[in-house]
T-cell receptor, first 117, second 110 residues
Framework: NAGVTQTPKFQVLKTGQSMTLQCAQDMNHEYMSWYRQDPGMGLRLIHY???????DQGEVPNGYNVSRSTTEDFPLRLLSAAPSQTSVYFC????????????????FGSGTRLTVV | KNEVEQSPQNLTAQEGEFITINCSYS?????LHWLQQHPGGGIVSLFM???GKKKHGRLIATINIQEKHSSLHITASHPRDSAVYICAVRRNFGNEKLTFGTGTRLTIIP
């Protein structure tokens, strides 16, 4: 089925461990992004990419790295997990607006619930 | 003050009632999105607006650019509408970043 696939759905890490959250989409969307969702707060943008080879920081990038080697994949790496990174992580994609004022909806993955102990 | 404010934070209503959820923003925007987050956590895009009004089934979304305000209406509400509804704004056409509200938790009682 077309959509955004996130893995894993659940993960428990110890402080200091590293891991990669996977995100893949099969809709040929140019734009991909990672968000974290914490209780009482809106979704916050971590990193985003407007196309293969292009990434940029969002609102809360510290402690996370990303790369975009293909259009389909946009992994999020936690280099040294901290309890403050306990959160639910969402990946989303959409076609690029292309600067022409077109508005497209986002397709979200099902989320990854990460706990750092 | 958050750039995107939603009201109410929580809303409980009886099945069949007309529902209104509000979103106010304090910055210039190029587009506004309404999202629905199911109790299981999944997020679905409902509407994307840059002006006027859109309708899909029992859902209606409106935006007033001058007033910096958008509303999401649900007619003939049903328990399956119970979810968190999230408003998000995009600042500029050349910038894809979204700023999110904290959401409105809607519960529809049978």
């Amino acid at each position: 089925n077309a959509g955004v696939t996130q893995t894993p759905k659940f993960q428990v890490l110890k402080t200091g461990q590293s891991m990669t959250l996977q995100c893949a989409q099969d809709m040929n969307h140019e734009y991909m992004s990672w968000y974290r969702q914490d209780p009482g707060m809106g979704l916050r943008l971590i990193h985003y990419s407007v196309g293969a080879g292009i990434t940029d920081q969002g609102e809360v990038p510290n402690g996370y790295n990303v790369s975009r080697s293909t259009t389909e994949d946009f992994p999020l790496r936690l280099l040294s997990a901290a309890p403050s990174q306990t959160s639910v992580y969402f990946c989303a994609s959409k076609p690029s607006s292309g600067g022409w004022g077109r508005v497209y909806g986002y397709t979200f993955g099902s989320g990854t619930r990460l706990t750092v102990v | 003050k958050n750039e995107v404010e939603q009201s109410p934070q929580n809303l409980t209503a009886q099945e069949g009632e007309f529902i209104t959820i509000n979103c106010s923003y304090s910055v210039g925007i190029s587009a506004l999105h309404w999202l629905q987050q199911h109790p299981g956590g999944g997020i679905v895009s409902l509407f994307m607006l840059s002006s006027g009004k859109k309708k899909h089934g029992r859902l209606i979304a409106t935006i007033n650019i001058q007033e910096k305000h958008s509303s999401l209406h649900i007619t003939a509400s049903h328990p399956r509408d119970s979810a968190v509804y999230i408003c998000a704004v995009r600042r500029n056409f050349g910038n894809e970043k979204l700023t999110f509200g904290t959401g409105t938790r809607l519960t529809i009682i049978p």
